[in-house]
């Protein structure tokens, strides 16, 4: 298993000093401040320590998928039961007298499918479209070693779940082609409404345009006055005319998108679990967690490597290194959703905070590391990446 580095510069593993120091100044720009004149710090490092967050791929059935064995990501099926889109489909089935009726059976319809529900789950499925080309190899060498996260989902376990989902897809694949078809019904009675409504518009103004030339053939001069008359009238008959349509085509468009919904919410499951991921994969990847304490108490902050170059001086460092980059492109939205996965868990799981602050105190990066951590903000001071305050508040966070 491989760990991915926590700070690239130039397309290697940066010096710890630096991965050490330009964590801790991020940390200083998050930490709460109070005064007005001068800012003094009203929240205390307690400790800073570095997790490696395990995902590999697991290949079944000719088919590889990414597993998260922390089980913090997701991927769920979110539908409502077909049975009854199809009641609703029964509802306004038939022949169509009027668009007032066919609204009101339109409305029944609508109120016979329900809210979409959880129908099922595969915790610690990472999907593809996330993680999509943004792995790449890289070089091991100077790393600060981190505290891997424990598993909470076996292989076992995950494999069991994506064999259920893979039966569950067979029957989507029907479902969604059954839905298509009752989509396919309703764009047409709405294209044909559409269509016959333009007709009837159409001769609307036909009639009232032999009327006008009538008007002026035989009232010459003295047309005008019933020729704004005339115009009048026709268009408030048009207007009627589309009011009269107007709330069954709401309508009908309304049901149009929920089913339409319901097929992309198949859709994207069937994708999620179709959609195959490189072999081979087997990684560590890295965070920095910093635990602060205030008088509102203790708050943990993420610290992903995508945030490297946003730290509390800009883009400085970036400009200072050159090409600075992540081991996962930061535009991706994997370690977005990482580094909200982990913070959240750390906010809402009591379980998971208490464990992360027992091995954060053991592993104290800043004890372990501080004369290293030091000669990191120093070289960023002399290269004037920090300035001298900016320097003095991290060093004082060591200190």
């Known amino acids: 298993m491989r760990s991915l580095p ?13 991965e050490l120091a330009t964590s801790l100044a991020y940390v200083a720009s998050k930490r709460k401040k109070a005064g007005f004149i001068r800012k003094r710090p009203v929240e205390q490092l307690d400790f800073l320590i570095k997790v490696l967050w395990p995902l590999r791929t697991l290949t079944i059935d000719r088919r590889t998928y990414f597993f998260d064995p ?50 099922y789950k595969i915790e610690g499925f990472v999907p593809v479209s996330i993680a999509k080309d943004v792995l790449r190899e890289l070089i091991e060498e100077g790393e600060i070693p981190g505290i891997k996260l424990q598993s909470r989902i076996s292989e076992r376990k995950f494999l069991e779940k994506v064999k259920g989902a893979t039966k ?13 078809g009752y989509i396919s019904s309703l764009i047409g009675i709405k294209d044909s409404w559409e269509k016959e409504l333009k007709e009837k518009e159409e001769q609307i103004k036909r009639t009232y345009e032999t009327r006008v030339e009538d008007a002026r053939r035989y009232l010459g001069s003295k047309a005008e006055p019933e020729v704004e008359k005339l115009k009048a009238e026709m268009e408030s008959e048009i207007r009627k005319l589309k009011e009269a349509l107007e709330e069954p085509l709401k309508v009908l468009s309304s049901l149009l998108e929920r089913l ?58 970036k400009k200072a290194f050159g090409a600075m980059v992540v081991p996962i492109d930061a535009r991706s939205p994997l370690y977005e959703r990482m580094g909200s996965l982990l913070e959240e868990e750390l906010h809402s799981n009591i379980g998971f905070s208490a464990q992360m602050s027992e091995m954060g105190k053991e592993t104290n990066l800043i004890v372990k590391y501080s004369d290293l951590i030091m000669r990191g903000i120093t070289r960023l001071r002399d290269m004037e990446i920090l300035d001298e305050d900016d320097a003095t508040e991290v060093m004082s966070m060591v200190l």
């Open 168 to 180: 569950v897809v067979d029957q989507l694949k029907w479902e969604i082609s059954e839905i298509k």
């Open 6 to 18: 926590h700070l690239l510069v130039s397309g290697r593993q940066a010096e710890p000093e630096f």
């Open 260 to 317: 339409e919904a319901a097929v992309y919410r198949r859709e994207s499951f069937v994708k999620t679990l179709e959609k195959s991921a490189p072999e081979g994969l087997d990684l560590e990847i890295p965070f920095i967690i910093a635990s602060l304490s205030g008088k509102e108490g203790r708050r943990f902050i993420v610290i992903p490597p995508s945030n490297v170059s946003k730290v509390g001086i800009g883009g400085k460092i």
């Open 70 to 119: 922390l089980g913090l990501f997701c991927t769920t099926l979110e539908i409502e039961p077909l049975e009854n889109i199809r009641e609703a489909m029964q509802e306004i089935s038939g022949p169509i007298f009027s668009t007032e009726e066919f609204k009101t059976k339109l409305e029944k319809a609508q109120q016979q499918i329900p809210d979409p529900e959880v129908q």
